[in-house]
């Protein structure tokens, strides 16, 4: 976790606005499609002329009170499968211990196995600066509040048994101890085996001057040996350990840091952070922030920068530390169904990037932060009996998409000036048996005129199936559910056999997508 102030601000693009419904179907909207070409979108007008489509398109709207706006797809074309274990949670390294006993109690272990194979990633700020390794030949050092030990971890490898999730760990850099890494390192892999997924070398390294950690100068030139003598001592003691890393504070740091990391520490695994808006950020972080086209486009410049350095050095990059607000979220924006929508566009447009993972932080002890996951009182924090909080939906809904192959971006097509259009993400992957997924997040406000959706699929496919992720508003809290359900108290959930489905016609699958919702749409 990390105080930084990232550079994604900006303001949503205002759209004539519209009553508020909940997702309906187009059912009467052919006499408008034909008239596309004329707004540009380049379909036949099948013997219509130029004047009477545009008629009839304004006809259209006007009736729907909604803004029509195309969807073309290139499915011809596709990237890397997205990995079984790409969905992960991260915590803080001094609430080890506790999400570790949860391995016999609570349903946390529900909770997971309802996501399928996944990683648990133990680092943040704590694993620098509060968290000590404790064995035998190592005395409790006077800076460290909490201390881990071998019965720690060997907790843990049973919650991970029964989940099927891997563990990523991160190691104490700040106070440096290679012998002692290398000890905690080897515990680590004797009580994990096969389900430690890797070792990282302290959090967000490159900020360590910031936070008082390390003495000018402090750059990744000063970071690699040290690093350096970490990998040697581990691989003397316990070889073979992947290492993931320099897991840097943001993309802006990686172009230095990622490069140099692949070359001097060839890591099975790059990682690094991301947070859209910074806790100390002026104006304060706000929903509408959040939602933004203009914290959209930085992301995806963000991803680009990533991406870049990790193909280049051809390594996989995690990002294996996310959410909506740093320090620990900002109550009312992170704790909303808002930060819902910001998940399931972000998660879907990463994996269309290429990523090979990514990690959401939070602490199930605050419900008030970024939490997927939470305990909203302390006798349930003991017990374990965890709540899904509004993040985890959009967790749920990406499932779906494991396995899938990312497509080109999808191209857009609206008329009208740029300040009547929609706040619209639209993500293509394509799935197995010749299906494809197309992730639409409308993130305008509530009142907002709906979208009237309209997918250019030619004969390929005959219709589409819908799941929806919806709650009453984007400030909620509560009353999220994804295909009209709620995640249960054991943390399972189960997709409603029977969900809306929209045929084509003409070559369009036509549908409406309210403001504030996210639709998972499977074409067949």
């Given at each position: 976790?990390?105080?930084?102030?990232?550079?994604?601000?900006?303001?949503?693009?205002?759209?004539?606005?519209?009553?508020?419904?909940?997702?309906?179907?187009?059912?009467?909207?052919?006499?408008?499609?034909?008239?596309?070409?004329?707004?540009?979108?380049?379909?036949?007008?099948?013997?219509?002329?130029?004047?009477?489509?545009?008629?009839?398109?304004?006809?259209?709207?006007?009736?729907?009170?909604?803004?029509?706006?195309?969807?073309?797809?290139?499915?011809?074309?596709?990237?890397?499968?997205?990995?079984?274990?790409?969905?992960?949670?991260?915590?803080?390294?001094?609430?080890?211990?506790?999400?570790?006993?949860?391995?016999?109690?609570g349903n946390l272990i529900g909770l997971l196995r309802s996501l399928g194979p996944g990683v648990l990633r133990f680092g943040g700020a704590s694993a620098d600066s509060r968290v000590a390794w404790s064995d035998p030949a190592t005395a409790p050092p006077p800076w460290a509040s909490e201390l881990l030990d071998a019965s720690d971890l060997r907790r843990l490898a049973r919650l991970a048994k029964d989940s099927g999730w891997r563990v990523l760990l991160t190691l104490d850099l700040a106070h440096f101890e290679p012998a002692l890494a290398a000890r905690e390192t080897a515990s680590a892999r004797a009580a994990l085996g096969k389900l430690l997924a890797g070792i990282e070398l302290g959090n967000e390294p490159d900020a360590y001057m910031r936070h008082g950690l390390r003495d000018a100068p402090w750059t990744f030139a000063q970071y690699a040996p040290q690093a350096q003598a970490y990998a040697a001592a581990i691989a003397a003691l316990a070889p073979g350990i992947p290492l993931a890393g320099p897991d840097v504070s943001g993309s802006a740091a990686f172009a230095g840091w990622g490069g140099g990391e692949a070359a001097r520490l060839q890591p099975r695994l790059l990682t690094g952070h991301h947070y859209p808006l910074g806790c100390h950020q002026a104006p304060?972080?706000?929903?509408?922030?959040?939602?933004?086209?203009?914290?959209?486009?930085?992301?995806?410049?963000?991803?680009?920068?990533?991406?870049?350095?990790?193909?280049?050095?051809?390594?996989?990059?995690?990002?294996?530390?996310?959410?909506?607000?740093?320090?620990?979220?900002?109550?009312?924006?992170?704790?909303?169904?808002?930060s819902a929508l910001w998940a399931v566009s972000y998660i879907a447009r990463s994996m269309a990037a290429g990523v090979a993972g990514i990690n959401f932080h939070g602490a199930v002890a605050n419900c008030r932060g970024y939490a997927p996951l939470c305990a909203p009182t302390p006798e349930r924090l003991e017990s374990g009996a965890l709540s899904a909080r509004p993040e985890w939906y959009a967790l749920l809904l990406a499932k779906a998409l494991i396995g899938d192959l990312p497509v080109p971006p999808t191209r857009l097509a609206w008329p009208g000036p740029p300040g009547s259009r929609a706040n619209l993400s639209v993500t293509a992957l394509k799935a197995p048996g010749g299906r494809l997924h197309l992730v639409v997040v409308d993130d305008d406000p509530p009142g907002s005129a709906r979208v009237l959706l309209h997918l250019h699929v030619g004969r390929r496919y005959g219709g589409a199936r819908i799941l929806a992720l919806t709650a009453p508003s984007p400030t909620a809290g509560a009353g999220v559910l994804l295909g009209g359900r709620s995640v249960q108290s054991d943390g399972s959930w189960s997709e409603p056999r029977t969900l809306s489905r929209v045929s084509r016609h003409r070559g369009l699958i036509a549908l409406a997508v309210a403001p504030s919702s996210a639709l998972l749409l499977t074409l067949r």
């Open positions: 976790m990390s105080a930084r102030t990232p550079a994604t601000d900006g303001e949503p693009r205002a759209r004539r606005s519209g009553r508020r419904t909940s997702l309906i179907l187009v059912a009467l909207l052919i006499a408008a499609l034909s008239a596309f070409t004329a707004l540009g979108y380049g379909e036949s007008l099948e013997g219509a002329d130029g004047r009477a489509a545009r008629a009839a398109a304004a006809t259209a709207r006007s009736a729907s009170a909604g803004i029509p706006v195309a969807v073309f797809i290139d499915s011809r074309h596709h990237g890397r499968r997205v990995a079984r274990d790409f969905l992960g949670l991260s915590f803080e390294l001094s609430s080890l211990r506790q999400i570790a006993q949860y391995a016999g109690s304060a972080p706000s929903i509408e922030r959040l939602l933004s086209v203009a914290t959209r486009r930085a992301e995806d410049a963000s991803l680009d920068r990533y991406m870049r350095v990790a193909r280049a050095a051809r390594v996989g990059f995690r990002l294996d530390e996310t959410n909506s607000v740093s320090c620990g979220g900002r109550a009312g924006v992170s704790d909303t169904f808002a």
